[in-house]
């Protein structure tokens, strides 16, 4: 089978390949080795599926009451002509108690708690994407420079909020790409740029993933998920998503963890989080070219 990886048709023979499936019952010390190692943990069934369904509800009925959905939708299976709504700032949605119920759920704090050796705390602000026909929710990037002012211990989880399947337009993580030397003029680059103070559009590095992965030799990994699994990925990370070749929209939510004593990006927190500034100009390719990479 074949997908749309940014602007190339790939398949598994290609730039693509399977994420490696870890689980919360493993020894803590195998986890840390091989988020350190590969740069992400795919855990499955980390948070409870009744959490995650509870949560969903809240995105669904919201979206339906607002007249996202066609009449032929369902909870399972909602379909939509208007394409992709971020829902970041939609404090209805994202501080919910059934929402928050499922990214702050205990079992998140107990296992980066246990990750960090000491009490971890999440970002105010949490990023909301459901995903139409023939969309991809992001083009490859780092984290970093987007939350980059507080901790560099910050995690990023991503939540398929429902069933996932690889054609319906997943995250994809470039494997072991957070300290791979062959990207370390990336991360003196780009991987030091804050979008906000450097007035960078999008913050995205490219459209263009195998670019990235013929840099390092590695491949961008995919998977299916199902309710209550996560991706845990390093800020240096790069990731993206896969193009949606379903009519069903994809569901999904990132939120973020770190170190409760270190210090923290105050764009993220508060009862009314600043997120990001307005008026970015100045386009990545243009920024590429005067950082050399």
């Known amino acids: 089978m074949s997908f749309y990886l940014g602007e190339d048709l790939v398949s598994l023979d290609d730039v693509l390949g399977e994420i490696r499936s870890s689980f919360v019952k493993e020894d803590i010390a195998v986890l840390k080795n091989r988020l350190n190692e590969d740069g992400y943990l795919c855990l499955r069934n980390l948070i409870p599926q009744k959490n995650v369904i509870a949560a969903r509800k809240i995105i669904y009925e919201n979206l339906k009451e607002n007249g996202s959905f066609s009449n032929s939708s369902t909870f399972e299976y909602p379909i939509s002509e208007k394409g992709t709504f971020f829902l970041g700032g939609k404090k209805e949605i994202t501080h919910h108690p059934d929402f928050l119920g499922m990214v702050e759920h205990p079992s998140c704090f107990n296992f980066f708690s246990r990750l960090f050796d000491e009490p971890a705390r999440t970002y105010d602000y949490k990023w909301v994407r459901t995903v ?162």
């Open 132 to 293: 139409g026909e023939h969309v991809a929710g992001t083009q490859a990037h780092m984290d970093v420079v987007y939350m980059g002012r507080g901790s560099k211990k910050l995690h990023s989880m991503w939540i398929p909020i429902g069933e996932v399947s690889r054609d319906n337009g997943p995250m994809v993580v470039l494997d072991k790409s957070h300290n791979h030397s062959n990207l370390q003029k990336i991360r003196d680059t780009y991987g030091k740029m804050d979008v906000d103070r450097d007035l960078i559009k999008g913050g995205w590095f490219t459209n263009n993933y195998t670019e990235l992965s013929e840099m390092t030799k590695t491949n961008w990994l995919l998977g299916d998920y199902n309710p209550g699994d996560v991706v845990i990925i390093n800020i240096y990370t790069f990731h993206g998503s896969l193009r949606n070749e379903l009519n069903k929209v994809r569901f999904t939510c990132d939120v973020r963890f770190q170190p409760a004593s270190d210090v923290i990006d105050n764009r993220w927190i508060g009862e009314n989080p600043l997120a990001h500034e307005k008026g970015r100009s100045i386009e990545i390719e243009k920024a590429r070219e005067s950082w050399g990479v």
